[in-house]
C-alpha cells in the first residue's frame, strides 16, 4: 500500500489584495477556464451581478448560445443508469460467489480441486444438492452459490421482488493483482454511448479521472467529463448551488434568468478577447449549464430530503463512509442527474489466512450493491451495475470456523467481473447462453484463450461498454463509432460472442 504525502506551502504576499485578480505582466492573455480561474477572472456569479443587479437583466443581453448548443440534456436521454462498484485490493467474484463453469457455462462444473481453489470444500461443491441459489430461495437469474456472502449481502436489502427482476453475467477475464494500473474502469465509454445527466455527466466517490482505483482505458479517456467526486451528502447537495440568489429571488424562474442573463453578458464580453471560439464556447456552456442545472426540485440532490432513499438505508447498519458513497451515487445517477457513477471500496486484498475477513467484506459490497438495486425498485427505474476488483485471491484448501477455505494469497487467474441488470418491467433475459463469459479450466484458473476478453482489461473494459449499448435497442449497430479502436472483432459474430442481454430500453 502507498501512502500519498501532501506538502502544502504557504505563500504570502503584503502587498497583494486577495479580492483581486491576479494581472501578470509577463504572462500571456488567458485562454482556458483553468487561466482564468487562476488568475481570479472567472470569481463566480457575485462579482458579476454587483454592478447593477436590474442591469443584468436588459434587452441588450442577448444570447447566441442555446442548450442545445451545449448539448444539455434533461434526465439521461432514455439510457439505463450505471454503475460502477470498485472492490480494491483483488476480491473473490468467481466460485464462492457468483458460480463459473467450463466452456459450457456455469453449469459445466469444474473439478473438485479446481473449486477448492476458488474456496469451495468438497461438502459445497455446487453438482450437489442444495448448494446453488435458486430465485424462490433467494437468489437471481445468475447462478450464486447458495452461501456467497456477496449474495447474502444483496439479500439483506433487495427484497425478493427486486431480485426476481434481476439478471446478470460474469465475465471470465484475468486482470493484475492488489494494483490500481489495471483500466477496469468503463465510465468514459459509457458517456461516449450516450449516458449523460441533467447536471453532470459523470461522478465517482474517490477523486481521479476514473472516479474510483482502478483507471479508465486511455482510449476512452476524456477529460472533459472527469468525474466529479460525489463520496458524501453535502457533496451531492453541493452540485446544484445558487449562493444567495436562491435567498434574494425566492422564486425559483427569477433565479435562473438571472444566471442565464450573467451568462449572455459573460460571452459578450468573452467576445472581445481575441481567442479562439471554442474556447468562448466552452466557458459560455459552463454558465448555462449552472442556470439549467438549477431549475427543478432543489432536493434531488438531497439524499436527506429522500425518504425513499433513506428507508432503503436506515437502520441497516451500514458504514457511516460507505452510506454516504452510496446513498449519494445512487441517487445522483438512478434519478438521472449524473449520467453514470463509480462507488470504490477499500479492505478487498483480503488474503489474510482467514476466511472470515473476507466473507465480511463481501457481505458489505452485497449490501451496496442490494441498496442501489432496491432503490431503483422503489423509484420504477432501470439499472445496470458492474462490480470489478483488480486481480483476486486462492485457497489451499484449509478451512476455518466458516467451513469455507481460506484465502491464502493473490492470485490474477481467478479474477472475475460482474454486471448485474435490473428492469421494472422483468427480468432481463440473456442471450447466447452468456451468462458466463469466457470460462475457467478444471483445475480452477481462467482459460486465458477463450475470448478476447480473458486476459486482457481493455477489451474487458469495451465489453461492459458493448453489453451497456446492447441493453438499448438498435444501440449495437453505433459500437465501432463509440469505440472506433476497439479490439473486440470486425463482424456481428464477433461481437454476438461477448453480449449477455437482451434490449430492456
Not at 10 to 24: C, G, I, Q
Not at 138 to 150: I, N, Y
Not at 340 to 359: K, L, M, P, V, W
Not at 457 to 473: C, I, K, P, S, T
Amino acid at each position: 500500500m502507498t501512502k500519498n504525502k501532501n506538502n502544502k506551502q504557504n505563500k504570502k504576499n503584503t502587498n497583494l489584495d486577495f479580492d483581486e485578480p491576479l494581472k501578470l505582466e509577463n504572462h500571456k492573455r488567458p485562454i482556458t477556464r483553468r487561466d482564468f480561474l487562476g488568475q481570479g477572472l472567472i470569481a463566480g456569479a457575485a462579482a458579476v451581478i454587483a454592478p447593477s443587479l436590474f442591469g443584468l437583466m436588459g434587452s441588450k443581453a442577448m444570447a447566441a448560445v442555446t442548450e442545445a448548443d451545449c448539448g444539455i440534456i434533461t434526465g439521461t436521454g432514455g439510457k439505463v443508469p450505471f454503475i460502477c462498484v470498485d472492490l480494491s485490493g483483488g476480491a473473490n467474484i468467481a466460485g464462492s460467489n457468483v458460480l463459473v463453469g467450463g466452456p459450457a457455462g456455469q453449469m459445466d462444473f469444474l473439478s473438485n480441486d479446481g473449486y477448492k481453489k476458488l474456496g469451495l470444500p468438497s461438502s459445497m461443491l455446487p453438482s450437489l444438492a442444495g448448494q446453488i441459489a435458486t430465485l424462490d430461495e433467494g437468489g437471481l437469474g445468475l447462478a450464486f452459490h447458495a452461501d456467497s456472502a456477496l449474495l447474502r449481502g444483496i439479500r439483506d436489502i433487495a427484497m425478493q421482488a427486486t431480485l426476481n427482476n434481476v439478471n446478470g453475467s460474469i465475465m471470465c477475464a484475468r486482470s493484475s493483482n492488489d494494483t490500481s494500473d489495471n483500466p477496469h474502469n468503463p465510465m468514459y465509454g459509457i458517456y461516449k454511448a450516450g449516458a449523460d445527466g441533467d447536471v453532470v455527466s459523470l461522478i465517482g466517490s474517490r477523486s481521479s479521472d476514473s472516479g474510483g482505483r482502478s483507471v479508465a482505458p486511455a482510449s476512452m479517456i476524456d477529460l472533459s467529463v472527469r468525474p466529479t467526486k460525489i463520496a458524501s451528502g453535502n457533496d451531492a447537495r453541493g452540485l446544484i448551488d445558487t449562493g444567495k440568489l436562491a435567498k434574494l429571488l425566492p422564486d425559483g424562474d427569477d433565479a435562473v434568468n438571472v444566471m442565464k442573463t450573467i451568462q449572455r453578458i459573460s460571452e459578450k464580453k468573452l467576445g472581445k478577447i481575441q481567442t479562439s471560439a471554442e474556447i468562448n464556447k466552452i466557458i459560455e456552456c459552463r454558465y448555462l449549464e449552472s442556470a439549467v442545472a438549477a431549475t427543478g426540485d432543489p432536493n434531488r440532490t438531497d439524499i436527506d430530503a429522500d425518504a425513499i432513499l433513506q428507508s432503503v438505508f436506515t437502520n441497516r447498519g451500514f458504514d457511516i463512509g460507505d452510506f454516504q458513497k452510496t446513498a449519494s451515487v445512487s441517487k445522483l445517477v438512478i434519478n438521472g442527474v449524473a449520467g453514470a457513477g463509480t462507488i470504490q471500496f477499500g479492505g478487498y486484498d483480503y488474503h489474510n489466512s482467514t476466511r472470515t475477513t473476507g466473507e465480511e467484506r463481501d457481505r458489505r459490497a452485497g449490501q451496496q450493491i442490494g441498496a442501489a438495486l432496491e432503490y431503483a425498485r422503489l423509484i420504477n427505474k432501470k439499472l445496470m451495475i458492474y462490480v470489478f476488483s483488480d486481480g483476486s485471491v486462492a485457497s489451499d484448501g484449509t478451512v476455518d470456523e466458516t467451513e469455507k477455505g481460506i484465502w491464502k494469497g493473490d492470485n490474477s487467474s481467478t479474477s472475475a467481473s460482474l454486471m448485474l441488470v435490473y428492469d421494472p418491467n422483468g427480468m432481463p433475459q440473456i442471450v447466447n447462453n452468456n451468462s458466463q463469459i469466457g470460462y475457467f479450466k478444471p483445475e480452477g484458473s481462467i482459460e486465458t484463450a477463450a475470448s478476447v476478453i480473458s486476459n486482457n482489461v481493455d477489451q474487458l473494459a469495451e465489453a461492459v461498454v458493448l453489453n451497456y449499448m446492447a441493453l438499448h435497442d438498435g444501440d449495437v449497430g453505433r459500437f465501432s463509432q463509440v469505440l472506433p479502436n476497439h479490439g473486440l472483432g470486425t463482424t456481428a459474430t464477433d461481437l454476438d460472442k461477448l453480449i449477455a442481454f437482451q434490449p430492456i430500453a
